[in-house]
């Protein structure tokens, strides 16, 4: 088997891993047509460049409404967690918000949280085997921590790195109980009983006078945003955010070790760029993502009616071969199509607030991976099953040829 054979192979495992019957469906759907209905789903979009129009027009088409994840959010999260909103309070929010995530801030939450990023580099150079899984979960964790203004454990560092592991699963599962229908009060009590432990922390953080000034939540507080709608932002931050990242690493790596890409990497700023674009765009962390039709809507001579469902595949958009030549293939050299740049952090109104934050966490990993002195191994991998992102549950690497 070729090395980029086994690359492509075992990400359709973690996918199958992940979604049995929606992943093998999604794929059937991009060779059915670039826009079809699908009862019981709603209207279904493969195609990258009605995808991008359908994304810019949120007049049309909003994130909220019956069967939306928005919606489900409100019920969570309530009013402001940002992408739930829509039309005028979703601009002037987002403009309030203004410099949130600047340069120089994501730089300095990044320094607060590197730790387990450091360790682990560390760890592979003294010849031990690492976990990437659990190295960013670990880092996601602190990154969520150093948002918030959540004070480090005195006990040091271990301890912190717990912390950081248990603000982590309490996103995950906020995350996995998100569906695309409101959630049964059986379902809604134990979610709820998570947000309020988020509630909870952001609440201690945003009265403390020892608030970091680093932390997303002292901009928010010093910008006299008040603390219920502080912890609606962050908390999109928190769950859409560090989650994504923390899943989407260990799948790059795995793609970079298993189709042989990753030692041409080495301290190329550039390339290693380019590997994470080719990286987010075949992995595609989060597959899909939902509008719904204010009203009767014509996008490029196709109609959808009103009040319809839009299902827009992203997994499917970045494997759209009139922006992507041969694109079940993983080219860690890739150039990409300027119309299809970042389409799966989304586009237009709502295109990924967080997106800053997150390219730079990425390259930071995988230029910290990709420097080190041998040549990185999978010894383990385990795929995450039934979960809502494809991911991994292991991934064990060794650093060989030192």
Request: net charge positive; charged share 25%; aromatic share 4%.
């Amino acid at each position: 088997m070729s090395a980029r054979l086994k690359a492509r192979l075992h990400d359709v495992l973690v996918n199958l891993a992940a979604h049995p019957v929606a992943f093998p469906l999604a794929r059937l759907s991009a060779r059915l047509s670039p826009l079809h209905r699908v009862p019981g789903v709603g209207v279904v979009v493969n195609d990258a460049e009605l995808a991008h129009d359908i994304l810019g027009r949120d007049r049309d088409f909003t994130k909220n409404g019956p069967g939306s994840l928005a919606a489900v959010f409100t019920q969570a999260m309530g009013p402001f967690a940002l992408s739930n909103m829509d039309g005028e309070a979703h601009r002037e929010l987002r403009s309030r918000l203004g410099d949130l995530l600047s340069p120089a801030r994501c730089e300095g939450l990044l320094s607060a949280c590197r730790g387990p990023l450091d360790e682990g580099a560390g760890a592979l150079v003294a010849g031990a085997e690492v976990d990437l899984v659990r190295m960013m979960r670990t880092l996601s964790g602190r990154l969520t921590m150093a948002m918030i203004g959540v004070v480090s454990p005195p006990e040091g560092e271990r301890a912190t790195d717990e912390a950081a592991r248990e603000v982590f699963a309490l996103g995950e599962r906020i995350a996995a109980a998100l569906r695309f229908a409101p959630l049964p009060e059986e379902a809604l009590r134990p979610v709820q009983g998570d947000i309020d432990r988020l509630t909870r922390m952001a609440r201690e953080s945003y009265a403390s006078a020892a608030l970091p000034e680093t932390s997303l939540m002292h901009r928010l507080r010093e910008m006299g945003m008040p603390v219920e709608e502080a912890r609606g932002v962050i908390s999109i931050f928190f769950i859409a955010g560090a989650l994504t990242t923390a899943v989407a690493l260990p799948r790059i790596v795995a793609l970079l070790v298993d189709s042989e890409q990753m030692a041409g990497l080495g301290d190329d700023a550039d390339r290693i760029a380019r590997a994470i674009d080719e990286g987010l765009r075949f992995t595609t962390p989060v597959p899909a993502t939902v509008r719904v039709a204010q009203r009767d809507a014509e996008v490029r001579g196709r109609r959808i009616r009103g009040g319809s469902r839009v299902v827009i595949l992203t997994s499917n958009l970045a494997r759209d071969a009139a922006l992507f030549p041969d694109p079940h293939r993983f080219d860690a050299a890739r150039v990409h199509d300027a119309r299809a740049r970042y389409l799966w952090y989304g586009a237009g109104p709502h295109f990924c607030f967080g997106f800053p934050l997150a390219q730079r966490e990425l390259r930071l990993a995988l230029g910290v991976l990709a420097a080190l002195p041998g040549r990185l191994r999978i010894v383990r991998r385990r795929a995450a099953r039934g979960v809502l992102l494809p991911s991994y549950a292991r991934l064990v690497v060794r650093l060989e040829g030192r």
